[in-house]
Nanobody, 123 residues
Framework: VQLQASGGGLVQAGGSLRLSCAASGRAFSNNAMAWFRQAPGKEREFVAGINWSGSTTLYSDSVKGRFTISRDNAKNTGYLQMNSLKPEDTAVYYC?????????????????WGQGTQVTVSS
C-alpha cells in the first residue's frame, strides 16, 4: 500500500485547510487510518483517527472541535478538514494506515505511512 498526502499549504490563523490521503492497493477500505503531525524539534504526535467504516473517530485534545477526519472508501481516500487553524498547528502532517479495522493513538499501530504534507499557519 502506498499513501499520498496532499493539501497542505500556508494559511493565516483562523483559516482552514483540507488534507487528503490517497491510497493505492487493496488494504484501504478494511483498515483504520490516522493523521499524525510533527513540528520541528518535536516528536510525531497523533492528531485524529478513524476506523475502517468511518463510524468511529478519535481526536487529540488539541484539535477536538476544530478538525474532522473522514474517509471515502469508494475513492480509497481519507481526509482531514482543519478549521480555526492556529500557529501551533504548524507541522508536517502524515497519514497512516493500520493493519487492522480499528486503530488508536499509538504510532506503532500503523505500518503504512505517507510522505507528509507541510501545513504552516501564520499569526
Amino acid at each position: 500500500v502506498q499513501l499520498q498526502a496532499s493539501g497542505g499549504g500556508l494559511v493565516q490563523a483562523g483559516g482552514s485547510l483540507r488534507l487528503s490521503c490517497a491510497a493505492s492497493g487493496r488494504a484501504f477500505s478494511n483498515n483504520a487510518m490516522a493523521w499524525f503531525r510533527q513540528a520541528p524539534g518535536k516528536e510525531r504526535e497523533f492528531v485524529a483517527g478513524i476506523n475502517w467504516s468511518g463510524s468511529t473517530t478519535l481526536y487529540s485534545d488539541s484539535v477536538k472541535g476544530r478538525f474532522t477526519i473522514s474517509r471515502d472508501n469508494a475513492k480509497n481516500t481519507g481526509y482531514l478538514q482543519m478549521n480555526s487553524l492556529k500557529p501551533e498547528d504548524t507541522a508536517v502532517y502524515y497519514c497512516a494506515l493500520a493493519p487492522r479495522a480499528y486503530g488508536g493513538r499509538d504510532l506503532a499501530m500503523y505500518n503504512y505511512w505517507g510522505q507528509g504534507t507541510q501545513v504552516t499557519v501564520s499569526s
